[in-house]
């Protein structure tokens, strides 16, 4: 792709992604607008960080006429396709991509990509340790850590890309194709960007729709509308189950990791061996497992990172222990369903604090699980009281709503009353009142250790 003298527009300057793209595009000798609905004062931080790049901002809305003269538009994952700059774009005929899309054009190396509901960044991080520890370079990005802009394209053959990926990435794709995209699990989510559960399915398998036959798909076999993506693909298909004795393929036998890939079955490890705990994980470790074999790693490596790897940050992350209550932050689980996999990793008393950003989510399944598993439950946030209707509906009302996370912590910490987990796992987005997941989860820990006066 040649970029040089090009009039390229970045919708969406986020201090990640649009910040980093920014900075490619000049390199590349491409003129640069960018334009976000922010004000100038909001963007303060990331204007700062594009002082040295020559850069001509619209900020405050979308210059139609200014946009629209544009060569190519990047769009950042926060920003839905189906705005009407973007509309009005596309009927120009203008070629409109995401971050991923541009990065993956300068790549030489192979990509490995993950993507699924839940457990993407537990998974990408292990398998990023796994190849890190044999000494290949490694570069491990995409939604998690560094834009992918900006590494991938001054990476040779001899290294690989460990990328974890959104439907909000993948919505602006055209010919990324990874090497070996594995898919953990498909449930309900993002529905007020996607509009419905199947376009959200339709994003995410957008992911294997370039692979061919010299690529691979690693599908969990548990999950029916994962394994469905093996039909009309070209690409090698590799499945791996918790629940199924597979002719080939990673299962699970009398409580050990076998994988049988080339027509020889072979033990790699005895699940209670492994650093990451509860079925969730076990899910994530077998992804890797199919991930680290396919791609020739030292069998010795890989069980030795299985054993050491004990997890992320804000993912089931275990802050303390204060008088008899432990403290878990899992400020990573935005949905129901990683909410219900929190909950069912501990034994009661569970007191757990949820609610956040409206992400059109139906929250009667965890409801379910809160009535058998959960004795109190504190809500904040824009979703407080549809969570609250959905418990009320179950006879559920041992619930207290309260207004910050400080207070959240202060009530749950008041009602373990000396026993049992204090569970951070809001089941909802923190865009409501926090920048992302981490910010939540970091003043929750910060909550904790105040309220203790640690």
């Known amino acids: 792709m040649e970029l040089e003298?090009?009039?390229?527009?970045?919708?969406?300057?986020?201090?990640?992604?649009?910040?980093?793209?920014?900075?490619?595009?000049?390199?590349?000798?491409?003129?640069?607008?960018?334009?976000?609905?922010?004000?100038?004062?909001?963007?303060e931080e990331e204007i700062k960080l594009l002082q040295n790049y020559k850069v001509k901002f619209d900020l405050g809305g979308h210059t139609v006429d200014l946009i629209l003269e544009s060569d190519l538009i990047i769009?950042?994952?926060?920003?839905?396709i189906d705005i009407p700059i973007l509309c009005q774009a596309r009927d120009k005929g203008i070629e409109i991509i995401s971050e991923i899309e541009l990065a993956y054009k300068f790549c030489k190396a192979p990509i490995i990509a993950i993507t699924g509901t839940n457990g993407k960044t537990?998974?990408?991080?292990?398998?990023?340790?796994?190849?890190?520890?044999?000494?290949?370079?490694?570069?491990?990005?995409?939604?998690?850590?560094r834009a992918l802009i900006r590494d991938l394209p001054y990476l040779n053959e001899d290294a690989t890309v460990i990328a974890e990926i959104s439907s909000f990435q993948l919505e602006g794709i055209r010919d990324f194709r990874p090497k070996i995209s594995l898919f953990l699990n498909i449930t309900p989510d993002h529905l007020d960007r996607h509009g419905s559960f199947k376009e959200y399915i339709k994003a995410k398998r957008k992911l294997l729709m370039n692979q061919n036959k010299g690529d691979y798909i690693i599908l969990n076999y548990d999950d029916?509308?994962?394994?469905?993506?093996?039909?009309?693909?070209?690409?090698?298909?590799?499945?791996?189950?918790?629940?199924?004795?597979?002719?080939?393929?990673?299962?699970?036998?009398?409580?050990?990791?076998?994988?049988?890939?080339?027509?020889?079955?072979?033990?790699?490890?005895?699940?209670?061996?492994?650093?990451?705990?509860?079925?969730?994980?076990?899910?994530?470790?077998?992804?890797?497992?199919?991930?680290?074999?396919?791609?020739?790693?030292?069998?010795?490596?890989?069980?030795?990172?299985?054993?050491?790897?004990?997890?992320?940050?804000?993912?089931?992350?275990?802050?303390?222990?204060?008088?008899?209550?432990?403290?878990?932050?899992?400020?990573?689980?935005?949905?129901?369903?990683?909410?219900?996999?929190?909950?069912?990793?501990?034994?009661?008393?569970?007191?757990?604090?949820?609610?956040?950003?409206?992400?059109?989510?139906?929250f009667s399944d965890l409801a379910e699980v809160i009535v058998d598993k959960v004795e109190a439950v504190v809500l904040l946030g824009e979703t407080a009281e549809s969570?609250?209707?959905?418990?009320?509906?179950?006879?559920?009302?041992?619930?207290?709503?309260?207004?910050?996370?400080?207070?959240?912590?202060?009530?749950?910490?008041?009602?373990?009353?000396?026993?049992?987990?204090?569970?951070?796992?809001?089941?909802?987005?923190?865009?409501?009142?926090?920048?992302?997941?981490?910010?939540?989860?970091?003043k929750f820990k910060e909550a904790v250790r105040e309220i203790h006066s640690l």
């Open 224 to 362: 029916p509308i994962v394994r469905g993506f093996a039909d009309n693909t070209d690409a090698k298909v590799i499945f791996f189950s918790q629940q199924e004795k597979l002719e080939s393929g990673i299962y699970l036998e009398a409580d050990k990791i076998i994988a049988d890939l080339r027509g020889v079955k072979e033990e790699i490890i005895d699940i209670k061996q492994l650093g990451i705990k509860g079925p969730h994980n076990l899910e994530n470790a077998l992804g890797a497992v199919a991930v680290s074999l396919l791609m020739n790693i030292e069998k010795e490596m890989l069980i030795k990172i299985l054993k050491e790897f004990t997890g992320v940050e804000h993912r089931i992350e275990e802050v303390a222990v204060i008088e008899g209550v432990k403290y878990i932050n899992d400020s990573k689980g935005t949905n129901p369903i990683a909410a219900i996999k929190a909950i069912e990793t501990f034994e009661p008393p569970i007191t757990l604090i949820a609610g956040g950003k409206d992400k059109g989510s139906d």
């Open 387 to 442: 969570i609250k209707n959905s418990l009320t509906k179950l006879a559920y009302n041992n619930i207290y709503p309260v207004e910050t996370i400080q207070e959240a912590v202060k009530v749950s910490s008041d009602l373990a009353a000396g026993e049992g987990i204090v569970l951070l796992s809001p089941a909802c987005a923190s865009w409501d009142m926090f920048n992302n997941y981490e910010e939540r989860g970091e």
């Open 122 to 145: 537990t998974t990408t991080t292990l398998i990023g340790e796994i190849f890190k520890s044999t000494g290949r370079k490694t570069v491990v990005g995409g939604n998690i850590g």
């Open 75 to 80: 769009i950042s994952p926060g920003v839905p």
């Open 5 to 43: 003298g090009k009039l390229v527009t970045v919708i969406g300057l986020g201090k990640r992604t649009g910040v980093e793209t920014v900075k490619f595009l000049d390199k590349q000798g491409a003129k640069v607008i960018v334009s976000d609905t922010r004000s100038k004062l909001e963007l």
